[in-house]
């Protein structure tokens, strides 16, 4: 800056009733000044920023609180409101600045399309097509005004406001997928662009998007199920299997969901050498869900012999690398004269999603005769609840089934008090007197 500046006294109406008409300033720091514009009615005021090589930028945030208007925050500014408006100004419009400097500013929206871009590529090498994140990032986000907030601008106002509007009509569970989706999308971001975006960037995204205990502390252990319907459910399986030409493929994929307790995601990725006869015991695949932690690649879990003679024609004269659990691809056969269009076998594969399993499990549930909206997850909160009222430590039913200790505490509470409950009953005592308790042995002391 080549001019000293000559600061004027704009504190008070009285002091810039004494001002010439013009432009009059004060310093707030080396860089940013704060103006008044004196004029024959009243006045208004300004900031200007250094921009470097001896120029500045300058705007307007309001009018001056002189005399005839009362200052009100908004448009009617006092002094001591103009100095911390046009520090706000300036502030912002250098992020402007530096979020901009390497081309358009990245915005929620563009967070969301990347974070959706990498999905979808890691997917693909994995050999899947989830959908589900694009699906729900592009609903509840892509479509809201989140999605066109620049991220130097994000404040935990617009996510809280956001998060506040997804409460309406949607589940509790529903809610944390899609908080969750863009929080991993938003911090992604805030890591890429990090040398364009404001240092506070990374606790505006942790604190707007924060997990509510409330919300998360819901008891699963409710909607486990007993053993019995969890037999009713594998012979209605079977029925199912059997009925619809399933060739085994049915069958296996709910006994080894019933068994281990595990994740669709995690069981549809084991491998023929996963089964290990000699030892009755499976290795499931770890699943991909966490950060930055190391974790082993499988989890031995111990499986019924019951189980395992229906897994064996699975893993007959296969190779140890090819996939556990397979089922049949379709395909349409084009009309003739003598037969309509008809779905035929065409191929073999592994299970790919979820999905493929809602079919053929709302016949199970109906055959069993269990409530429709028994999901297929009940079965790994039943084993959990069934190794918890077992006896078993909470962090080996946590190992067992892939999740943290805490998980298991803070949803499952009900059965491990029951556990807990049995063990402690045998350190009860009687502590009320008897008649018998009554009687005084005197000591024999002898005779002297």
Known sequence: MSKTLNEAALSTPNARKALAEGNHWRGINADVHLGYRKQKRGGRWMVRWYRGDQKYKQATIGTADDGKMEANGADCLSFEQAKTRAAKVASQARADEIASADGPAPTVGSAVQDHIAAHDVRQAARGESK???????TKHVSRSRLATIALHALTESDLGKWRASLADGLASATVRRIVNDLRAALNAAAMKHR???????????KAGLATVDAETAQARDKAALPDADIRRIIQAASTVDSDDDWGGDLLRMVLVLSATGSRFSQVKRNAVADLQIAQNRLMVPTSRKGRGKKKASHIGIRIGSDVLEELRPAIAGRRGKEPLL????????KATEDQPPRWVKSERGPWLNATELARPWSKIIKLAGLP??????????????RQLRAGLPVRLVAALHDTSARMIELHYSAAIVDAL?????????????????NVVRLRNEGRR
Do not use: C, F, N
């Open 131 to 137: 959908r589900d994140i694009r699906v729900r990032l």
């Open 195 to 205: 040398a364009r975006l404001p240092a506070e960037t990374m606790m505006v995204i």
């Open 326 to 333: 397979e089922r049949w691809r379709h395909k349409q056969e």
């Open 372 to 385: 429709a909206d028994t999901v297929p997850y009940a079965l790994r909160h039943s084993s959990i609840v």
């Open 421 to 437: 409950d049995d063990l402690s009953a045998g350190a009860v005592i009687p502590l009320v007197a008897t008649s018998e308790d």
